[in-house]
């Protein structure tokens, strides 16, 4: 930056910064017009960034050399996969509900039970405010989906006229057939966006696309896997503590860990996962609220202390106080699709301002070589189009 600063700023220098300001407002004003339809694609590269070394795997390892297959066989496996998760899914959640109504009804009612496991000051303040046996008496699965279904009724006028479930259905069948073409052509995409541009320019888009490319691969790659490791040490730690849906509970916030410091969502249901199992072992609320949360700080501790060094390493170099106002900012701009890609998005553009407005010769020559040693789909047949 001091280099930056330094420097002279020239007739020349200063209609470079305007022209790259102008740029980035204009690409911002054409994003928002076209931002719906936009959507599915941009979430069907995400998940192709995340995806793609399967494909990679199955034709390299497994010697299946056609690109389509490879991608028929990885949609055959995550399909199985989530359908096997919701046939699991469904019948645990039914089974802990039943399993804690008939503990409410065998405990007086449910007030024998607070007394156990709530401080008695807080059960005389609940037995002011509510009749708690004719509560639990009217507890059961058939009233509970029909308190349910009035409320889903009730909501279902805001909800249609925000987005309708038809909208919903054309966003993912699209994100579906995007998603596949993506997969199956992912390195002509780069070759076809270069040759849009005059030859004279295409050095720079393609030095653009491989900081794109870098930044993305690093992170998605990253947090993908960072987030089944936390998701799976959940699970195991739920599981030994003998929290109910466990494994259902450590999975999603290990899938929250996607986006970062979003898995404090997590902290409201796991707080009701740990009442529940104080009704089930009658035993004390705060014990079990201290054994679920000990679990997930433990794991907290070793996502921060092992598995973001080593997986992510230094490849996003943000401070925290950067991650949250990326996170807000791109949040603000783009929705959910912005958290997504908000650490990525935010070191991409630095990464270009640094080597085209700045020029810091330090920072590209170190980039160059952080480039070059993992940047895996910008080929050298992409390469080559660059040349005049």
């Known amino acids: 930056m001091e280099s930056f600063i330094s420097k002279p700023f020239t007739l020349d220098r200063t209609i470079r910064i305007g022209l790259f300001i102008l740029c980035v407002i204009a690409l911002s004003v054409a994003i928002s017009a076209i931002w719906e339809v936009l959507l599915p694609f941009l979430l069907a590269g995400i998940f ?15 010697r299946v050399r056609n690109r389509g297959l490879s991608v028929l066989i990885v949609f055959v496996c995550v399909a199985g996969v989530i359908t096997a998760g919701i046939l699991y899914l469904i019948p645990t959640i039914q089974d802990e509900i039943e399993k804690t109504l008939s503990m409410l009804k065998v405990h007086s009612g449910g007030e024998g039970l607070l007394h156990k496991v709530l401080p008695p000051h807080l059960v005389h303040s609940i037995e002011r405010q509510f009749d708690i046996n004719r509560l639990v008496r009217n507890l059961s699965i058939e009233s509970l989906l029909a308190s349910g279904e009035s409320i889903w009724s009730r909501a279902g006028g805001l909800l249609s006229s925000t987005l309708s479930a038809f909208s919903w259905g054309l966003v993912f069948v699209m994100g579906l057939v995007y998603l596949i073409f993506i997969m199956i052509d992912f390195e002509g ?9 005059p030859k004279s320019g295409r050095p720079i888009v393609y030095g653009i696309l491989k900081e794109v490319d870098y930044y993305m691969n690093s992170y998605f790659r990253g947090q993908a896997l960072i ?7 959940l699970s195991i730690g739920f599981s ?10 450590g999975i999603c916030i290990g899938l929250l860990n996607f986006i970062p410091y979003m898995q404090a969502l997590g902290i409201i249901p796991l707080g009701l996962a740990a009442v529940l199992m104080a009704i089930q072992t009658n035993s004390s609320v705060w014990v079990s609220l201290a054994l679920a949360y000990g679990v997930l700080m433990i794991v907290q501790i070793i996502q921060d202390m092992i598995l973001v060094p080593k997986i992510m390493g230094g490849s996003m170099g943000m401070r925290p106080s950067l991650i949250l106002l990326a996170l807000s900012v791109w949040g603000y701009l783009l929705g959910f699709f912005g958290m997504l890609v908000a650490l990525p998005g935010t070191m991409a553009l630095y990464s270009i301002y640094m080597r085209y407005v700045v020029e810091d010769k330090n920072y590209i020559e170190r980039m160059d070589k952080l480039i070059e040693q993992s940047s895996e789909y910008l080929d050298q047949d992409s390469k080559d189009d660059t040349k005049a």
């Open 48 to 62: 192709a960034y995340v995806l793609m070394p399967f494909v990679r795997f199955i034709q390299s390892k497994l």
């Open 189 to 197: 995409l780069a070759r076809g966006v270069i040759n849009l541009f």
């Open 227 to 233: 987030a089944l490791s936390v998701g799976i040490l």
């Open 240 to 249: 030994i503590i003998g929290l109910p849906l466990a494994i259902i509970l």
